[in-house]
């Protein structure tokens, strides 16, 4: 299927990121909630490129993320959390 495409095969750690309040933070703050946001995902995906995992899906508010490793998926999580 299409949106399987380019995920990993085999056993795979699945990494999930979310921005806690958001729909509350977005109603109170608007565009700069917004942007706050897209701040965030753009370090998540920087440390994705960086541990070689892949974006499988964006919720809005979080991501999906997949890695062929236990360890990659760790040390992405890990990278994330200290910035």
Do not use: W
């Not at 299927?1 to 806690?20: D, H, K, M, R, S």
């Not at 370090?43 to 979080?62: F, I, M, N």
């Amino acid at each position: 299927a299409p949106e399987f495409q380019g995920l990993p095969e085999g056993t795979v750690t699945i990494l999930f990121t979310n921005t806690v309040g958001s729909t509350a933070l977005n109603a109170r703050l608007g565009d700069e909630a917004a942007y706050s946001l897209r701040q965030a995902h753009d370090l998540c995906r920087e440390q994705l490129d960086k541990h070689r995992g892949v974006e499988a899906k964006d919720t809005g508010d979080g991501l999906m993320l997949a890695f062929q490793s236990a360890r990659r998926g760790l040390r992405c999580a890990q990278d994330i959390s200290a910035r």
